[in-house]
């Protein structure tokens, strides 16, 4: 009987230290998929953050470098502009990207800067033992909001591909999820996508996902899959938010842009 589900090359036969039903395996078995299939694997930089997002050098067989807590981008983009031929991607968490590193996120994204960015959202610091991140949602429990998070106090969680859609610079923003077979699917494609921006030399590309912590969401993996789809995706809804790369020039010749609201 032939073989027809095998393990990519750039994905390393290593043993998971993820939490079962973590979306990181799921993340990482994708981008190991979509570099195998295009032809990247020598020329690919992961850049790895601190927080779950860490281990992403013990499972892909590329180059990998870590970052200062919330540098990933910074130290993404140095090696992207002296060596401008690699395919340069950050591996980031809410925590790294969205709190201590919001304003690199902000800035690369803002320049233009012609990197990759995968996003996992799970509305919670997983490493440290579940406490508040900036997307946590209102009125949910974490270790540092027992009650649930109050917007008075707290504020409101931060949609990251909202945000990026509203500067002039990215080329292409979407947000997927991790939680079913046709999201996952659909996460594979955004993520070649983003690929293709950068070897294109089209510029920044922004991908968020969507991904479940049944630890420290306190579910079963079962539980936390039907959470995204009932809980997470109406705070954070999925579709495109921004796409430059589709060529179908407007009056003055610019390509087509959608910024801000969602295309599913």
């Known amino acids: 009987m032939s073989p027809v589900y095998t393990r990519p090359a750039p994905l390393k036969d290593t043993p998971t230290r993820y939490c079962p039903g973590c979306g990181h395996g799921v993340a990482h078995r994708i ?7 295009m032809g990247i694997q020598g020329r690919c930089v992961g ?40 395919v340069v991607f950050s591996y980031q968490g809410d925590g790294d990207l969205a709190a201590i590193g919001l304003c690199e996120t902000m800035h690369t994204a803002n320049r233009g800067e012609p990197i990759t960015v995968f996003f996992l ?30 917007p008075a106090t707290e504020g409101h969680p931060l949609r990251m591909c909202e945000l990026l859609a509203t500067l002039e610079a990215p080329t292409y923003i979407e947000r997927v999820s991790l939680n079913t077979p046709r999201h996952i699917l659909r996460a594979k494609q955004a993520v070649r996508k983003a690929f293709d921006v950068q070897l294109a030399g089209q510029g920044y590309s922004f991908i968020e996902m969507l991904s479940a912590c049944p630890a420290h969401w306190h579910m ?8 995204v789809d009932e809980v997470l995706e109406p705070v954070f ?14 009056p003055a010749g610019s390509p087509e842009v959608r910024s801000c609201a969602p295309n599913a």
């Not at 067989?61 to 060596?83: L, N, Q, Y």
Request: net charge negative; glycine share 10%.
């Open 31 to 37: 981008i190991a998929e979509a570099i195998e299939e």
């Open 47 to 86: 850049m790895g953050p601190v927080g779950c997002a860490v281990f992403l050098y013990e499972y892909l067989d590329i180059d990998c470098c870590e970052a200062a807590h919330g540098r990933t981008p910074a130290v993404a983009c140095a090696i992207k502009r002296m060596r401008p031929e690699t």
């Open 121 to 150: 959202n799970n509305t919670v610091y997983g490493m440290t033992k579940g406490q508040m991140a900036p997307t946590t949602l209102a009125g949910q429990k974490t270790y540092t909001t027992p009650t649930g998070r109050n």
């Open 220 to 227: 079963s993996p079962v539980e936390a899959a039907k959470w």
């Open 237 to 250: 809804p999925l579709g495109v938010y921004r796409d430059r790369t589709a060529q179908e020039a407007g």
